[in-house]
């Protein structure tokens, strides 16, 4: 049971470039995010995945679209990398019960140049 | 809208009480929680307060709620090297749909 799994762990892009930060858990969670860690700001809520085959945006969606694949896997795209897209972001599930807290993966640290 | 504070950082000696606080503003969060953040990783939940009790005690954690002035700390006793760690408070307001809303995070160094 690895529980919440991110990749990669790190990445430097330079600006205009595309990529895709991939989340999985096993965890039979129905509910998955993604979150943004800045210095000072705590983690901001980009988008996130009610259930399989929803999306909705979060906080700060601008500059990502996400997929979520099937019930494990939750992806997020950066089409066009811009520097203020510096940043560790991070995935995490939830399983929808009373109490049920939020299990986070290790994090992708992403540097835009 | 919702909105968490945090202090951003606290330093305290080994061997002594850290005390972490935390104000938020909505009220309707049935549950309000502490996260750990350690160097290089992802968020663990440490401990949380059911929205209708004052205090709960977890070994060297205790948690205080005073929801008259939307009020949440977080005390460790005999602080140690290895609490230092970011600390998160959150909440899931009523009306946001599960979502959890974090404060900045209190980043604790603990100073042998």
């Known amino acids: 049971n690895a529980g919440v799994t991110q990749t990669p762990k790190f990445q430097v892009l330079k600006t205009g470039q595309s990529m895709t930060l991939q989340c999985a858990q096993d965890m039979n969670h129905n509910s998955m995010y993604w979150y943004r860690q800045d210095p000072g700001m705590g983690l901001r809520l980009i988008y996130y995945?009610?259930?399989?085959?929803?999306?909705d945006k979060g906080e700060v969606p601008n500059g990502y679209n996400v997929s979520r694949l099937n019930k494990r896997e939750f992806s997020l795209r950066l089409e066009s990398a811009a520097p203020s897209q510096t940043s560790v972001y991070f995935c995490?599930?939830?399983?929808?019960?009373?109490?049920?807290?939020?299990?986070f993966g290790p994090g992708t640290r992403l540097l835009v140049l | 809208g919702e909105d968490v504070e945090q202090s951003l950082f606290l330093s305290v000696r080994e061997g002594d009480s850290s005390v972490i606080n935390c104000t938020y503003t909505d009220s309707s969060s049935t549950y309000l929680y502490w996260y750990k953040q350690e160097p290089g990783a992802g968020l663990q939940l440490l401990t949380y307060?059911?929205?209708?009790?004052d205090m709960k005690q977890d070994q060297r954690l205790t948690v205080l709620l005073n929801k008259k002035d939307k009020h949440l700390s977080l005390r460790i006793a005999d602080t140690q090297t290895g609490d230092s760690a970011i600390y998160f408070c959150?909440?899931?307001?009523?009306?946001?749909?599960?979502?959890?809303?974090f404060g900045q995070g209190t980043e604790l160094s603990v100073k042998p």
């Open positions: 959150a909440e899931i307001p009523y009306n946001q749909g599960g979502k959890l809303i």
């Open positions: 995490a599930s939830e399983g929808g019960r009373e109490l049920e807290t939020q299990y």
């Open positions: 307060i059911f929205s209708n009790m």
């Open positions: 995945s009610a259930s399989e085959g929803t999306t």
